[in-house]
C-alpha cells in the first residue's frame, strides 16, 4: 500500500530560522495535503497541495509530483509555530487519506 | 460553524472492559473516519464510512467494531480493551469532493490499564 515518510522525525529551531519538512511518498498521489496539530490537540488543514506550490503567510509548499515529494517550508519561524506536522497522501479518488509519522517542530526563544 | 465533537475527551478503562467512544459532526459530510494517533506511526485508520448504516475497514481494524447510526453519528467500540488499545483517538469527517480536507475533532485520550 501506500506509504509516506516524512522528515526529520523532529526539529528544533531559535525564533526566526527557517524550516524545511520533507514528505516522500511511494506511488502516485492524486491528493496531498498538509496539517498542523497543536500539542496534544486537533489537527487543521493548512495545504492541500498535490502538485506545484502554494502559499500562505509565511509557509509555502511545494510539491513536485512526478519525484514523489513535497515539502513545507516556513519562514521566520516563531514559537507559535511549535507542534507536528503531518503529510497525508491519497492514491485513489476516494477520500482515504495515508498519514506520514509527522514531524515533530519545536521553536524556542 | 462545521464541527467535529468527541466524546468523552478523557477515558481510563482497565483490560478487557468495554468501551465506546462517540463523535458528532455537524457539516452535513458523507465521510466519517476513526484514527488512532500512535508515537512513531503518525495517524492510522481503523474504520470508516460514507454513510449512515455502512461501515468500512481501515488499516488497523482489529479490535474494533464501528456504528455509524445517522449521517451525524459515528461510534467506535473496544469489546475487551487491552492496553495496545490505550492511544489518541480522533474522529474525522469529509465530503464527497476529494480537495476538501477532513474536518477532525478534539481526540479522545484513552487509557487501558
Known amino acids: 500500500g501506500q506509504q509516506v515518510q516524512q522528515s526529520p522525525a523532529s526539529l528544533v529551531l531559535q525564533e526566526g530560522e527557517n524550516a524545511e519538512l520533507q514528505c516522500n511518498f511511494s506511488s502516485t498521489a492524486t491528493r496531498l495535503q498538509w496539517f498542523y496539530q497543536h500539542p496534544g490537540g486537533r489537527l487543521v488543514s493548512l495545504f492541500y497541495?498535490?502538485?506545484g506550490t502554494k502559499h500562505t503567510g509565511r509557509l509555502t509548499s511545494t510539491t513536485v509530483t512526478n519525484e514523489r515529494r513535497s515539502s513545507l517550508h516556513i519562514s521566520s519561524s516563531q514559537t507559535t509555530d511549535s507542534g507536528t506536522y503531518f503529510c497525508?497522501?491519497?492514491?485513489?479518488?476516494?477520500?482515504?487519506?495515508?498519514f506520514g509519522q509527522g514531524t515533530s517542530l519545536s521553536v524556542v526563544p | 460553524e462545521a464541527a467535529v465533537t468527541q466524546s468523552p475527551r478523557n477515558k481510563v478503562t482497565v483490560t478487557g472492559g468495554n468501551v465506546t467512544l462517540s463523535c458528532r459532526q455537524t457539516n452535513s459530510h458523507n465521510y466519517m473516519y476513526w484514527y488512532r494517533q500512535d508515537t512513531g506511526h503518525g495517524l492510522r485508520l481503523i474504520h470508516y464510512s460514507y454513510g449512515a448504516g455502512n461501515l468500512q475497514i481501515g488499516d488497523v481494524p482489529d479490535g474494533y467494531k464501528a456504528t455509524r447510526t445517522t449521517q451525524e453519528d459515528f461510534f467506535l467500540l473496544l469489546k475487551l480493551a487491552s492496553p495496545s488499545q490505550t492511544s489518541l483517538y480522533f474522529c474525522a469527517s469529509s465530503d464527497e469532493y476529494n480537495n476538501q480536507a477532513p474536518l477532525f475533532g478534539e481526540g479522545t485520550r484513552l487509557s487501558v490499564l
Open positions: 497525508a497522501i491519497a492514491s485513489s479518488s476516494f477520500s482515504k487519506l495515508v
Open positions: 497541495n498535490p502538485s
